[in-house]
């Protein structure tokens, strides 16, 4: 499939594509049914949300060790340890309905409840496949590496809804055709598995010589302290990620296992229906992704980030007003077909401005502040949820949230160009 891409991808790179996909097929899988089952074991609306929000809090903690340190103990077998714990999660969640089991499952295993990235997998894997292609191929390989990764959320997630309202339609009670969705979601663990071990040592970190720091300092000063991996691009790396973690904090009230509960709750949508909507949102959000790469050549990539997300804020916040499940649904499908257009030019931007020997960590630091604003809003978002005045509100805050994270990282990085778009402009002036 993706050798045909003008990518150049190798058998890595063509192996972390797949494990992409099959993380996201699992990520998918259980999202939507997520929350429906934790209320089947007789969790209220704010346990829920105070899970959920421990879940991410635990992934956050263990992306952060693990993406520090994987350049030193290896990628393929930090990668490795990702897939166990989301084994270890998934088993800790089916076979107990006791609370502070399942807030330890949500601590130490990973899960993912709003059906996008958790855990240590995707720093790792892009700071590889930074290394396998080259810098012009670089945000167009991460627009196709987003575009597999929500085709399988979508697919996935259509999956897990039908397959649960099949199950119940057979005679299983909602609660066992939930948690045999909760089962496979460890089996899907067991196959990523298989697939890390198949990777070469290509993936992992080139040796680089600490007195490669000072290269930029030919004067002879010494080299800048590191910290958490980042010495030449701290300063850079840190404010993206107080932003980032903004941007995430806002998408925490609308993940999408509380929409799902949000659309039943507020229109009785049943487990298929709410699959099928998912798998048109992430199906848009595909495609808006892979549009991306195109323009941002055009515009840059801070303008893409930035133009293409205030819009699809203005719909997250009208969604809540409409009056039929039709309107709702169409909005929502609106937005997600523009809202994920500064995701790879996200990542292919933090790739872009800090040093080569830094990515790992700067990928990690980035994606770690994500993590920690999202599982900080899903307890605020449950609370609000448990009251039928407030249903509404998580979309306004949300959306409200992203509005001033896109005006922040506006004026905060408009002047700061990757190297592309600094050729570009020499051309230009030439």
């Not at 810098?135 to 039908?162: C, E, I, P, Q, V």
């Not at 910290?227 to 404010?239: C, H, M």
């Not at 840059?300 to 980030?305: A, D, K, R, S, V």
């Amino acid at each position: 499939m993706f050798a045909n891409l003008n990518l150049g991808l190798s058998r890595d790179g063509r192996l972390l594509f797949s494990t992409r996909i099959l993380r996201l097929f699992a990520y998918g899988f259980l999202s939507v049914v997520l929350a429906l089952y934790l209320s089947q074991l007789g969790l209220s609306e704010v346990n829920i949300g105070l899970l959920l929000t421990l879940t991410l809090l635990g992934d956050t903690a263990i992306s952060l060790w693990i993406t520090t340190n994987a350049d030193r103990i290896g990628r393929q077998r930090m990668l490795i340890v990702g897939a166990i714990l989301m084994i270890l999660a998934a088993v800790l969640f089916a076979v107990t309905r006791n609370y502070y089991l399942l807030l330890l499952a949500a601590v130490i295993g990973v899960i993912s409840p709003s059906g996008n990235e958790v855990g240590p997998f995707l720093s790792i894997e892009q700071a590889s496949l930074t290394q396998l292609v080259s810098d012009r191929k670089r945000t167009r390989t991460f627009a196709w590496y987003n575009l597999a990764g929500s085709f399988a959320t979508a697919l996935w997630a259509l999956a897990g809804g039908g397959l649960s309202q099949l199950l119940q339609g057979l005679g299983y009670s909602p609660l066992l055709s939930y948690r045999m969705i909760v089962l496979g979601y460890g089996l899907i663990g067991l196959l990523l598995i298989s697939l890390f071990s198949c990777l070469s040592p290509a993936i992992e970190v080139l040796e680089v010589s600490i007195q490669r720091a000072p290269a930029s300092n030919p004067a002879g000063n010494p080299a800048p302290r590191r910290v958490l991996g980042l010495y030449r691009s701290q300063k850079v790396v840190f404010k993206l990620a107080a932003l980032f973690s903004l941007d995430a904090f806002a998408g925490g009230f609308v993940i999408q296992s509380l929409m799902a509960l949000w659309f039943n709750q507020k229109f009785g949508v049943e487990p298929a229906v709410l699959g099928a909507i998912f798998f048109g949102a992430n199906i848009l959000a595909g495609i808006s992704a892979l549009s991306a790469a195109w323009v941002a050549g055009k515009i840059g990539l801070i303008n893409t980030m930035v133009f293409t997300h205030l819009p699809s804020n203005i719909l997250l916040i009208l969604v809540p007003f409409m009056p039929s499940l039709g309107l709702a649904i169409a909005l929502l499908l609106l937005r997600f077909s523009i809202s994920q257009m500064d995701v790879p030019t996200r990542q292919s931007y933090t790739m872009a401005v800090v040093a080569p020997d830094e990515r790992s960590a700067a990928s990690g630091i980035t994606g770690v502040a994500r993590t920690i604003g999202a599982s900080l809003s899903p307890v605020f978002a449950g609370a609000f949820m448990s009251n039928p005045v407030f249903l509404g509100l998580p979309f306004v805050i949300s959306g409200v949230l992203k509005i001033i994270y896109d005006l922040a990282l506006y004026f905060n990085f408009r002047a700061v160009k990757p190297p592309e778009e600094q050729m570009q402009t020499v051309r230009q002036g030439e």
